[in-house]
């Protein structure tokens, strides 16, 4: 993230107001969660799409989007959009690591986008689609690191570019406005922006 904070917009001190129950599921998207559970964030271009892909694996047990990895307290989309907030668009994936551990979800996000177009997405431009994994803890900041380094090889040996995505501790996650959550079960034609490189990412 290289906004300079003065620059960012000021933002506010009252949350989005969302419903909290998931469109799809019906679970709490908000903590607490039930013991045991462990959560990730991640972002990977347009977070529709995203979100509809986490929500789909087993072991998931919610999903929700919102803005992270910037500045602004508590910002609208309109604000994420002028890229003056410092956030990118994220999935907040909460999941039972006894069903599904890190490293598989982390292969279906090296997999599912293009994490080396730096500030974009496909035809979507702007430091708010930029590929950013935030952690929860230093387990998953090795695991994080350890399948970009797996999946770098992997893409040079397949002639691809450098990865350009973020690896940072999670600072704050802002839920997204309502209309957002869980976007593409409550508009079934609507945008999609996933496009992966075709290189799959080894595990182990």
Known sequence: MSLDPARALPGRDTPLAISG??????????????????????????????ERLFWQLPGVYVTAVGYAGGVTPNPTYEECCTGLTGHAEVVR???????????????VFWEAHDPTQGDRQGNDIGPQYRSIILTRNAAQQ?????TRDAYQQALSRA???????EIEPLSAFYYAEEYHQQYLHKNPGGYCGLRGTGVSCPLG
């Not at 998931?22 to 991640?42: I, K, Q």
């Not at 002639?159 to 995505?165: D, L, S």
């Open 21 to 50: 129950v998931h469109a799809v599921n019906g679970r709490a998207m908000t903590p607490p969660f039930p013991e045991g559970m462990e959560e990730v964030v991640l972002g990977l271009g347009c977070f529709w799409g995203a």
């Open 159 to 165: 002639g691809g570019g450098q990865i350009t995505t």
């Open 142 to 146: 090795v695991v994080a690191e350890r």
């Open 93 to 107: 994936v909460v999941f039972d690591p006894a069903e599904v551990d890190l490293e598989r979800l982390l292969r």
